[in-house]
T-cell receptor, first 111, second 112 residues
Framework: KNEVEQSPQNLTAQEGEFITINCSYS?????LHWLQQHPGGGIVSLFM???GKKKHGRLIATINIQEKHSSLHITASHPRDSAVYIC?????????????FGKGTLLTVNP | NAGVTQTPKFQVLKTGQSMTLQCAQD?????MYWYRQDPGMGLRLIYY???????DKGEVPNGYNVSRLNKREFSLRLESAAPSQTSVYFC???????????FGSGTQLSVL
């Protein structure tokens, strides 16, 4: 099974700050997912990436396949960005249908 | 489009009771999944269906059964609920593997 570690577990920021959330995994993968879950809410897929960088609005996701590491950046953070951010990768040696999910990073952005 | 529709949103069961969680997607996706989410743990895969007519076990299948009724619908059944099955359940779908996941809104299940 692919081991997934996210850091930090909790992050508190002031509105406008630049945010970085990290995700490391143990076994090489074909793609990595970043998800967002608002408190008491559903889960939304933010990015699925296999190399390089992807950008959507104020969100940027990067991945370094050689270092088995991905980062999610939020520029000009806003209180509505407060949520749990989760990364997920395929299990090692198995079907890409089976993902291992990180425990999530709880981000709180204060006004 | 509604995306992934999951019912019910909340359910309370007594130990030993049975119930079925329903999931339907209107995006013509091939693959569907059932996950459970417990405090302090990442989402864990219960069962998945790679395509219509196929189902396979995930990480935590014990105590559950699934049915891929057609391409749209994928149901999860608890035959004899146990307190350890208290959790939040999410259904998800993808067009094919390694594509973006689309999640339902979740079912909060309590087994007393």
């Amino acid at each position: 099974k692919n081991e997934v570690e996210q850091s930090p577990q909790n992050l508190t920021a002031q509105e406008g700050e630049f945010i970085t959330i990290n995700c490391s995994y143990s076994v090489g993968i074909s793609a990595l997912h970043w998800l967002q879950q608002h408190p008491g809410g559903g889960i939304v897929s933010l990015f699925m990436l296999s190399s390089g960088k992807k950008k959507h609005g104020r969100l940027i996701a990067t991945i370094n396949i050689q270092e088995k590491h991905s980062s999610l950046h939020i520029t000009a953070s806003h209180p509505r960005d407060s949520a749990v951010y989760i990364c997920a990768v395929p299990n090692s040696g198995g079907s890409n249908y089976k993902l291992t999910f990180g425990k999530g990073t709880l981000l709180t952005v204060n006004p | 489009n509604a995306g992934v529709t999951q019912t019910p949103k909340f359910q309370v069961l007594k130990t030993g009771q049975s119930m079925t969680l329903q999931c339907a997607q209107d995006m013509n996706h091939n693959s569907m999944y059932w996950y459970r989410q417990d405090p302090g743990m990442g989402l864990r895969l219960i069962y998945y269906s790679a395509s219509e007519g196929t189902t396979d076990k995930g990480e935590v299948p014990n105590g559950y059964n699934v049915s891929r009724l057609n391409k749209r619908e994928f149901s999860l059944r608890l035959e004899s609920a146990a307190p350890s099955q208290t959790s939040v359940y999410f259904c998800a779908s993808t067009r094919v593997t390694n594509e973006k996941l689309f999640f339902g809104s979740g079912t909060q299940l309590s087994v007393l």
